[in-house]
């Protein structure tokens, strides 16, 4: 990145781009940079089964993005993770998404773990994870969505998922 002459507390606002297209069926196809990323849904509610769901995408980004925040983290912090691994699972009514009743489509709950591959003293693993909640934009966007979050942390499990 290339050095600026503005202030550290000027915004440095990142634009995020991608495609997409319907293709048949429910599948739908995106481009993100160099990567084409499908979604579908499975073959009982009409879609090919050739992808993950959007929902689970959406889980998927929450994962993802909590994992690099916490390398972040721990690099600025001279912690070593080991292996990070996650498991997550989400609860939405989809009669929202069905139009059968008057409910919000969305997550209302995600539950699961977060598992770091070595062992942290508990101050360390307590101020990691205050930061990873306050700087992942993932996490802060599912907060915004009143989603209740309920993750707990372990370390030095190896990271098995």
């Known amino acids: 990145m290339a050095?600026?002459?503005a202030s550290p507390d000027a915004p440095r606002i990142?634009?995020?781009r991608l495609t997409s297209r319907s293709a048949e069926d429910l599948r739908t196809?995106?481009?993100?940079?160099?990567?084409?990323v499908i979604g579908d849904e499975p073959r009982a509610l009409g879609g090919q089964d050739s992808g993950p769901t959007p929902m689970e995408w959406v889980l998927a980004g929450l994962a993802s993005c909590m994992t690099?925040?916490?390398r972040l983290v721990a690099r600025e912090l001279g912690l070593e993770l080991g292996p990070v691994s996650f498991s997550l699972e989400g609860?939405?009514?989809?009669r929202g998404l069905f139009g059968q009743a008057d409910v919000r489509?969305?997550?209302?709950?995600v539950r699961g773990t977060l598992?770091?591959?070595?062992?942290?003293?508990?101050?360390?693993?307590d101020q990691l994870r205050e930061a990873v909640l306050r700087r992942s934009p993932a996490y802060q966007l599912f907060r915004a969505a009143g989603v209740a979050l309920h993750i707990d942390w372990i370390a030095?499990?190896?990271?098995?998922?």
């Open 105 to 109: 489509p969305d997550f209302q709950t």
């Open 14 to 16: 990142r634009t995020i």
């Open 91 to 94: 609860d939405l009514d989809v």
């Open 115 to 125: 598992r770091l591959g070595s062992s942290l003293p508990p101050a360390a693993l």
């Open 29 to 36: 196809v995106a481009r993100v940079r160099d990567f084409t």
């Open 68 to 70: 690099v925040t916490a």
């Open 156 to 161: 030095g499990t190896g990271a098995e998922a």
């Open 3 to 5: 050095a600026s002459s």
